[in-house]
């Protein structure tokens, strides 16, 4: 079993971490698998999707310690635990909620807040929060970052939104742990070709190397 800090150790060391949205199970664990295959082995699986806990959980029995299967789009306690329950390893939202940061540190699991604001990001980081998801990333693009880090050098940042092949190298040259991605990286799934999701997922851990190497 990983405490937390290995966990969030897995998530830098990969950083990328796949939003895994879908119309059902079997099409959510098809682009899980995909996205393992490509080596973008830290699946978010959000609770837009019907029976998320199930997929966590067959997620979890499937890959064991191969991949680190988190729970996103979790907006309160109540969520995170069920999601806790059936063996998620971490926890994002789109929002940063005390209540489910006070749970995530009573049972030791990383939370990933989603935050806009430097308030936001200063109140999620007293109430323990792990890694500030900077959400939607779309609004403001990479540059953001080194404005955050400017009053707030020591903040661990995340994307989600607006992170694509073509900005990698900017979102983690100035400063982030790992990126967050969705439809850049799974929109082969809309027409049946999870092999490009494959695809997609090693040129999106690719683009990660070069941007830490320089």
Known sequence: MMNKIKILNRVAETGVVAVVRGKDTE???KIADACVAGG???????FTIPK?????????????DRAVVGAGTVLDSETARIAILHGAQFIVGPNFDLETAKLC???AVPYMAGCMTINEIIKAMEAGTDVIKLFPGSAFGPSIIKDIKAPLPYVTIMPTG???LDN???WIGNGCIAIGVGGALTA??????FNRITETAKKF??????ARAK
């Open 168 to 170: 990698v190298h900017e």
């Open 27 to 29: 099409e959510a664990i």
């Open 162 to 164: 607006g992170v694509s």
């Open 52 to 64: 998320a806990e199930r997929i966590i959980e067959k997620l979890r029995e499937q890959y064991g």
């Open 188 to 193: 082969g799934s809309k027409t049946g070709d």
């Open 40 to 46: 973008v082995n830290i699946l978010e699986v959000t």
């Open 105 to 107: 540190n009573r049972y």
């Open 205 to 210: 851990i690719e683009k990660v190397k070069d």
